[in-house]
C-alpha cells in the first residue's frame, strides 16, 4: 500500500529550456518512424518472460509498448528537445521524454530507502503521461518563444496529441483539461498560466519538474545539482534526500563498464542507490546526512576488489574452464601446458587448475607410444618405484599436468612458506602418492638428472602413482590439488595470482586511483610509487606513453601476449599506429587499455586488421531499466550478422522522402531492421564488441567494431560512416566514429549528435565532423541516395571514391550522375532513379539554381 505524496507548489527553478526553439525543419513522420522497433519491441519479447518485476518495470514496459512507438511515429526522434544550436548538447524529443520517464520510475523505485513514501502504479502512469506531453509548446514552429503568448496553445493541438497517443485510456484518472493544464503551466516562468491549472495537475506538478530535471541533466554534475535535490525533495517531501555522484575521468570501454559497476558496489555500502548510469559516471541517490565515503586506499582496494570479482563473473569464458582450456598451450620440450598470465587474473587460480587437469586427462592416451626420450625417463625412475610405468601416453598426459602443476602452483605456494620440504616432496604431497613413492623419487632425483634442458621428468612417477590408484579424471583431481594446497597455506590462490599477474593487480589499482572521483572529490592517499604513473615512468622510461591513450605504460604489449588465447589482443588499431598481429612487441600500450582489448577480444568474432570504431554515448544517460533494453538489442549485432548496404540505402530513403502511408510503413521499418540486420543476405561488417559479457555486470559505455571488406580508403571510410550514422538514428545514441579503438572524446566533450572523428579525410567534406540532430537527417538522405545512384550501374565500391570526388566538384552532382549512368548503361536503370538523383543534388549541390 503506497500512499500518494501531496504536492508542495514551492517555487522551483525553471527546469526546462524555455527559450530554446528547436527549429527543426519538418520530419516525415515516417523517417522517425524507423526508431518504432527500438527498444520497445526488441525488448519487450524478452523482458515479458521475466518472472517478477516492480511496479516501476511494469510501468515503464508499458510506456515501451504502448506510447514509445507513438512518439517515434510522430516524428519526435528528429525533434530536438535540446540542441546544439542553443548551446545544449543535442538531445532527441523522445530521448527527452524516455530519460524523464525511465528516471521518474527509478527515483520512485529507490525512494523507500531514504524515507520516501513510493507513488502507486496509477499515480505514475498518470505523471508519465502528462509528462509525455510537457513539452508539446516546442513543437510549433511559428509560435514565437519570446513572446508572452507562447503557452498560449489551443486546447484542440494538445487533444490532437493526447489522443494520438493514447494518453487518455493509459492513464485512466486523467481528463483532456488536465493534459491542457500541464502544458500551459509546467514550466514555472512567468508567461504560464498557473490560475488555469487543474487541482489534478497541481498534484503531479513536482513529479513532471522532477522527470524534466532529470532528463534535462547533461552530466552527473548537472543531475546532483541543488535544483535537482530540491526537485526531489518536492516530489518526496518525506524523503530526506541527496543525489550524490561517481565521475572516471577517461573511457574506455568494457573496462570503463566494469569500473562503474564496481564502484556502484563500494558505494552501496555506504547506502547510495543507482539512479542513473552516464558514459562516464552515475548518478546516486542517498540519504542526507548519511557520511560521506572516505576515498582513501581501502575505497580503492575495495573497489578493486569488485571488479575483479566482475570480471570473473561477467562472461562465460572466465567461468568455464572448458573454453579456458583452448589458452592453455603445451610446450613439447619440456612437457608442460604454458598458461597466460593474465588468466590468472581473469579466470581466476582455481579455474586455471581445473582447466589444467582436463588438458592433462584428456592428453591421456593409452593408445599411442611414448617418444624414445620419454621412455627412457620411464625406464631410470623404475628402478627407485615400486611399480612399472606404462609404456604409452596415458601416463605423460597426466604426468604433464602434474609438472604443469609444480610449477605455476606448488612452487609460489611453498616459496611462501618457511617449510623446508622439497619442491619435489610437497608435490608428491599434494598430489597424495604414497611415502614410498615419494621416497623412491627423492633417491632418483639424488642419483638421476631428469631435468635436463627444463624437463621434470619425476611427473612419470606420480602420474603412475595416481594412474594406479584410479584417480585420473578431472574433477578428482582438482578437489585433491586445491586441498591439498589449503593445507598448506589458506591463501594459496592468492598467493598463486599475485606470482602470475600481480602486475595486473598493482597497475589496476593505479588506474582506479587516478580516474575515480566521488561528489567532485579524488580519491586520497598516500603517493605511492604507483601514483602519479607520469612522474613515475618520466625519469625512468621517458617517452614510454601508451600508443592508445597516452597514459604512461610500464611494458609492451607482449607482456600479456600469448598465443590462441581467448583474452589476449591479436589485432587491433591505435591512434597512431596501426596495430597488426605483425609487430607485436613494439606496441606500447598501458595496462588498462591491454585489459580493455583483451576484454573485447572476449566479447567479439572478428580480428581484422584495420577495423573502425563506433563509440555511441546514450543520450543523454541510461537508467537501470534502460540499460538492459539497449543492451538486449545490441546483443543481436554478434560476429555473424549482417547488414545489406543497398537495402539500408533504399529503406532510409523510403521512410525519409515523407510521402509514406501509415499502412505501408511497417514494411520499411522491416527492410530497414533487416538490411540493418540480417542472417542470410548481405555482408557481415559490424559488431558489438561485449557479445556474451552479463549487461548486469557492466554498464555506461558501448562500442562496435566494422570491418567491412576493403577496396579503398574513401569507400571503407564513407560505408563505415553511413552505417554508423544509420544504428546512431535508429537506436537513440550518440555517436563518435573513429579510427581509434580507445575512444578519444567523452561525450560530454562534443555537443552534435554525432561526430566524425580524426582520420577520416576522406569523406570530412561530404559529412561534416560534427553533425547536428537537425542535419542527421540529411546527412543519412545524402549518403542513401548516393549508394542507390552508384549502384544503379554497378555494385562496385571502390567506385565510390570517384563519386564522392562528384559531390565535391560537380554543382549537380545527383544529375551529373543520373546523366552519367543514362549514357553507360542501357538507360533502363536511371529511369528509376530519379528521385535519388533530386535528394543528393538537393543535399549536397551547390545552390546553383537551374
Ligand atoms: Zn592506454
Not at 611453498?414 to 633417491?443: I, Q
Not at 606470482?499 to 575515480?516: C, F, K, M, V, W
Not at 577480444?601 to 540499460?627: A, K, N, Q
Not at 559479457?693 to 555506461?700: I, K, L, M
Request: hydrophobic share 35%.
Amino acid at each position: 500500500m503506497s500512499e500518494k505524496n501531496n504536492g508542495t507548489q514551492g517555487t522551483i527553478d525553471d527546469f526546462a529550456e524555455d527559450s530554446e526553439d528547436p527549429e527543426s525543419e519538418e520530419v516525415s513522420d515516417a523517417m522517425v518512424g524507423l526508431l518504432d522497433h527500438y527498444p520497445g519491441n526488441a525488448t519487450h519479447e524478452e523482458s515479458s518472460t521475466g518472472t517478477s518485476s516492480t511496479v516501476e518495470e511494469r510501468v515503464v514496459e508499458a510506456f515501451h509498448e504502448d506510447i514509445d512507438p507513438k512518439l517515434v511515429d510522430a516524428g519526435w526522434g528528429f525533434r530536438q528537445a535540446k540542441s546544439v544550436e542553443f548551446g545544449k548538447t543535442d538531445q532527441s524529443l523522445v530521448n527527452h521524454v524516455r530519460n524523464g520517464v525511465t528516471a521518474l520510475a527509478r527515483v520512485n523505485e529507490a525512494i523507500e530507502s531514504v524515507g520516501g513514501y513510493t507513488y502507486d502504479e496509477d499515480a505514475l502512469r498518470d505523471a508519465i503521461a502528462l509528462f509525455t506531453i510537457h513539452d508539446v509548446h516546442k513543437l510549433d514552429e511559428d509560435r514565437d518563444e519570446s513572446a508572452d503568448t507562447r503557452f498560449d496553445i489551443p486546447t484542440s493541438d494538445i487533444e490532437e496529441y493526447v489522443e494520438r497517443f493514447g494518453l487518455l485510456g493509459w492513464a485512466e484518472s486523467l481528463t483532456m483539461v488536465d493534459f491542457h493544464s500541464c502544458v500551459i503551466d509546467h514550466h514555472n516562468s512567468w508567461e504560464a498560466n498557473p490560475d488555469q491549472t487543474t487541482h489534478v495537475f497541481d498534484e503531479y506538478r513536482p513529479l513532471i519538474r522532477l522527470a524534466d530535471a532529470l532528463a534535462s541533466s547533461e552530466t552527473p554534475e548537472a543531475a546532483t545539482d541543488r535544483r535537482v535535490v530540491d526537485a526531489v525533495q518536492h516530489a518526496y517531501p518525506n524523503a530526506t534526500v541527496n543525489l550524490r555522484r561517481h565521475n572516471l575521468t577517461e573511457v574506455k570501454g568494457i573496462l570503463t563498464n566494469l569500473v562503474n559497476a564496481a564502484i556502484a558496489e563500494t558505494l552501496e555500502q555506504s547506502s547510495y542507490e543507482r539512479l542513473l548510469i552516464y558514459q562516464d559516471g552515475c548518478v546516486y541517490l542517498a540519504p542526507e546526512g548519511v557520511d560521506d565515503p572516505i576515498l582513501d586506499e581501502e575505497f580503492v582496494s575495495d573497489t578493486f576488489t569488485n571488479l575483479k570479482r566482475n570480471i570473473r563473473e561477467s562472461h562465460a569464458a572466465y567461468k568455464d574452464h572448458g573454453q579456458l582450456v583452448n589458452n592453455l598451450t603445451l610446450v613439447h620440450a619440456q612437457g608442460f601446458y604454458s598458461i597466460n598470465d593474465q588468466d590468472f587474473f581473469y579466470a581466476g587460480p582455481e579455474t586455471v587448475l581445473r582447466a589444467v587437469t582436463l588438458k592433462g586427462t584428456t592428453d591421456a592416451d593409452p593408445s599411442s607410444d611414448p617418444t624414445d626420450s620419454m621412455a627412457d625417463s620411464m625406464e631410470a625412475l623404475e628402478a627407485h618405484l615400486p611399480f612399472k610405468i606404462n609404456r604409452t601416453r596415458e601416463p605423460v598426459g597426466i604426468a604433464r599436468l602434474v609438472y604443469t602443476v609444480k610449477r605455476s602452483f606448488v612452487d609460489p605456494v611453498v616459496a611462501t612458506t618457511d617449510n623446508d620440504r622439497s619442491k619435489l616432496a610437497a608435490t608428491c604431497e599434494v598430489f597424495g602418492v604414497s611415502d614410498a613413492v615419494r621416497d623412491g623419487l627423492e633417491t632418483a632425483a639424488d642419483e638421476l638428472s631428469l631435468t635436463a634442458g627444463g624437463k621434470w621428468d619425476y611427473s612419470y612417477g606420480i602420474a603412475q602413482a595416481l594412474l594406479n590408484e584410479g584417480v585420473v579424471d578431472s574433477t578428482a583431481l582438482t578437489d585433491r590439488v586445491s586441498n591439498a594446497l589449503g593445507e598448506i597455506d589458506e591463501d594459496w590462490t592468492e598467493i598463486v595470482e599475485t606470482e602470475h599477474a600481480g602486475n595486473l593487480r598493482s597497475e589496476l589499482t593505479a588506474y582506479l586511483r587516478d580516474i575515480i572521483s566521488v561528489d567532485g572529490q579524488p580519491v586520497a592517499g598516500e603517493s605511492t610509487e604507483l601514483t602519479d604513473p607520469f612522474e613515475e615512468y618520466a625519469g625512468s622510461r621517458r617517452g614510454k606513453t601508451c600508443v592508445l591513450c597516452n597514459r604512461g605504460t610500464t611494458g609492451t604489449k607482449g607482456d600479456m601476449k600469448a598465443p590462441k588465447s581467448l583474452t589476449t589482443l591479436q589485432a587491433g588499431y591505435s591512434n597512431h599506429i596501426a596495430v597488426d598481429s605483425g609487430k607485436p612487441d613494439e606496441l606500447l600500450a598501458c595496462y588498462p587499455c591491454k585489459i580493455e582489448l583483451s576484454l573485447r577480444e572476449t566479447g567479439s568474432g572478428r580480428r581484422e586488421d584495420g577495423r573502425l570504431w563506433f563509440h555511441f554515448v546514450p543520450d543523454y544517460f541510461y537508467t537501470p531499466l534502460s540499460w538492459k533494453q539497449y543492451s538486449t538489442f545490441t546483443a543481436n549485432f554478434h560476429n555473424e550478422a549482417k547488414t545489406e548496404i543497398g537495402r539500408l540505402a533504399e529503406a532510409v530513403l523510403r521512410v525519409g522522402d515523407g510521402g509514406v502511408s501509415q499502412s505501408g510503413e511497417g514494411d520499411i521499418l522491416g527492410s530497414y531492421v533487416a538490411a540493418l540486420l540480417d542472417n542470410d543476405h548481405g555482408r557481415s561488417m559490424i559488431e558489438t564488441l561485449d557479445q556474451g559479457f552479463d549487461p548486469d555486470s557492466q554498464y555506461g559505455s558501448r562500442t562496435f567494431g566494422y570491418f567491412k571488406p576493403t577496396d579503398n580508403d574513401t569507400e571503407f571510410q564513407f560505408f563505415g560512416v553511413f552505417v554508423a550514422l544509420a544504428l546512431s538514428a535508429y537506436t537513440g545514441l550518440r555517436v563518435v566514429v573513429s579510427e581509434s579503438p580507445i575512444p578519444d572524446v567523452r561525450g560530454r566533450d562534443f555537443q552534435t549528435y554525432a561526430r566524425i572523428g580524426g582520420g577520416f579525410t576522406q569523406v570530412h567534406d561530404f559529412y561534416g565532423t560534427d553533425i547536428p540532430l537537425s542535419e542527421l537527417r540529411s546527412r543519412l538522405n545524402a549518403a542513401a541516395a548516393l549508394i542507390q545512384l552508384g549502384y544503379g550501374a554497378e555494385r562496385d565500391d571502390a567506385l565510390f571514391a570517384k563519386y564522392l570526388r562528384a559531390t565535391r566538384n560537380k554543382s549537380l552532382p545527383g544529375s551529373y550522375l543520373l546523366k552519367r549512368l543514362a549514357q553507360t548503361d542501357d538507360g533502363s536503370n536511371a529511369g528509376f532513379l530519379l528521385e535519388e538523383a533530386r535528394v543528393l543534388d538537393e543535399e549536397t549541390g551547390h545552390s546553383i539554381e537551374p
